[in-house]
C-alpha cells in the first residue's frame, strides 16, 4: 500500500523560505512522476509542480523562480523549495505520485499548512 508523509508546513513571514518534505512508501517512487499541489479554501485544488521519474521539472507561473521541486530516490523523498514566499502562497500543500505502471493508481498525501503572515 502506497503511503505519502508530508513534512515542512508551518508560519513564515513574507520573504521568507520553507521546505516541503514527502516520504513515500513502496517500491513505485522511482518509476512515478511526483507533484505538488496547493488548495485553498473553497478553491480547487491546483498544481504547483512537478517531477518526472528522469529528473524533468514544471512548475506553475506564479512559483517559477521561487519554488524548487527535487527528489531523492534513494530515500523515497520528494522535495520543495519555496523561497521569496508571499501571502498568496499560504494554503494547504499536497504531495501527489503517479506511478507509470500498468492498473497502478495515484495517490495523495494528507497536506501540509502553509501561512504566510508578518
Known amino acids: 500500500q502506497v503511503q505519502l508523509v508530508e513534512s515542512g508546513g508551518g508560519l513564515v513571514q513574507p520573504g521568507g523560505s520553507l521546505r516541503l518534505s514527502c516520504a513515500v512508501s513502496?517500491?513505485?517512487?522511482?518509476?512515478?512522476?511526483m507533484g505538488w499541489y496547493r488548495q485553498t479554501p473553497g478553491k480547487q485544488r491546483d498544481l504547483v509542480a512537478l517531477?518526472?521519474?528522469?529528473?524533468?521539472?514544471s512548475y506553475a507561473d506564479s512559483v517559477k523562480g521561487r519554488f524548487s521541486i527535487s527528489r531523492d530516490n534513494a530515500k523515497n523523498t520528494v522535495y520543495l523549495q519555496m523561497n521569496d514566499l508571499s501571502p498568496e502562497d499560504a494554503a494547504v500543500y499536497y504531495c501527489m505520485i503517479n506511478p507509470l505502471c500498468l492498473g497502478c493508481q495515484t495517490h495523495w498525501g494528507q497536506g501540509t499548512q502553509v501561512t504566510v503572515s508578518a
Open positions: 513502496g517500491s513505485i517512487f522511482s518509476i512515478s512522476t
Open positions: 517531477i518526472t521519474h528522469g529528473g524533468s521539472t
